[in-house]
């Protein structure tokens, strides 16, 4: 049907539930569900069927405590729960990890939070990434929920990585379906002059696997161009110059405006996104603002991925299956 407004909303099957598409490849609004209630499998279902078609949805004015998040997310699979997270997330909830946590990584390794980002994510491109794509098993799906944001700046990017490989060329398509990659914990690091703290802790909890560079979505069967920004090292059996560049032009092509998605936070506002078939850029306008940012994810565990030949992932260091 088509609103007043001219936007189209997409019958989902369920009665007064509404699904708006909100971009061309990626990215649909739902309305008319209460998260927090019990929800019947019907509506589960299509809430299901809406993240594997459009990667990430946006549920807004949403009433979620931590136990409700957690009750949520076991609708659609197993929480995580993570071995070590901050003192900004709730004690009693291990599944919950709240991402105001982040701002205390640099002061543990003697610098400004900034200056350990800018050390992190020191090119453009860098800072797009699925969750935890270091690891063998990287999780299927995070639910993120908005406590407290800034009145503006702050806004999330994803991008469809299987509209993404799509769009390539078919003699590129064929290249890239045989390759595979080196996915690593602080790749393009740039050390501090002297002796560095965050160096060692890499050195001491390296994270490392070898990914297929397309994966086969477990659930739908789609190619996707399995690249990002954060973890991505190098493709194997390829030099570095030859690797630098296909990754350059891959990670080109997996960021293009048209496949993205922007969503503009609200207090109550959740998104819940496909990872294994996304990458997303955190926001990096709004910390020179001094507005609070208080988000709260829990994530669900995923899979091995597997390539196009039907070779799975391969662990090379601290990572293991099921085990966090």
Not at 107 to 129: I, S
Not at 151 to 173: F, H
Not at 238 to 253: D, F, G, K, V, W
Request: hydrophobic share 40%; aromatic share 8%.
């Amino acid at each position: 049907m088509t609103t007043d407004s001219g936007t189209t909303d997409e019958a989902t099957g369920v009665d007064g539930m509404e699904l708006r598409p909100v971009a061309g490849h990626i990215g649909a609004e739902i309305t008319g569900v209460d998260l927090a209630a019990e929800l019947d499998d019907a509506v589960v279902a299509a809430i299901r069927a809406a993240v594997l078609r459009w990667k990430v949805v946006f549920f807004r004015d949403q009433r979620l405590d931590h136990t409700g998040h957690v009750a949520f997310a076991r609708r659609f699979g197993q929480p995580v729960v993570l071995g070590r997270r901050g003192s900004a997330s709730p004690a009693g909830f291990p599944e919950v990890e709240t991402t105001a946590d982040r701002l205390e990584l640099g002061g543990r390794f003697g610098m400004e939070h900034e200056e350990w980002l800018e050390r992190r994510r020191h090119t453009l491109l860098r800072g797009w990434h699925c969750d935890h794509g270091a690891r063998v098993d990287p999780p299927a799906a995070t639910i993120l929920r908005a406590e407290t944001v800034p009145p503006y700046g702050g806004d999330t990017t994803w991008s469809n990585l299987a509209a993404a490989y799509a769009g390539l060329s078919q003699p590129v398509r064929e290249f890239v379906d045989g390759l595979r990659a080196e996915h690593r914990l602080g790749v393009g690091y740039q050390p501090r002059p002297g002796d560095d703290a965050y160096v060692r802790h890499l050195l001491d909890h390296q994270v490392a696997s070898v990914h297929p560079l397309v994966r086969v979505h477990p659930e739908t069967g789609e190619r996707v161009l399995f690249v990002n920004g954060y973890y991505l090292e190098q493709i194997t059996d390829l030099s570095r110059s030859e690797s630098a560049a296909i990754l350059e032009l891959l990670l080109a092509q997996a960021t293009r405006p048209e496949y993205t998605v922007r969503f503009r936070w609200e207090p109550g506002s959740v998104a819940f996104w496909d990872n294994r078939a996304t990458i997303h850029l955190a926001p990096s306008d709004n910390a020179h603002l001094g507005f609070p940012r208080t988000m709260h994810r829990v994530m669900l565990t995923g899979d091995i991925p597997v390539g196009v030949d039907g070779k799975p992932s391969e662990p090379i260091v601290g990572t293991e299956p099921g085990r966090w």
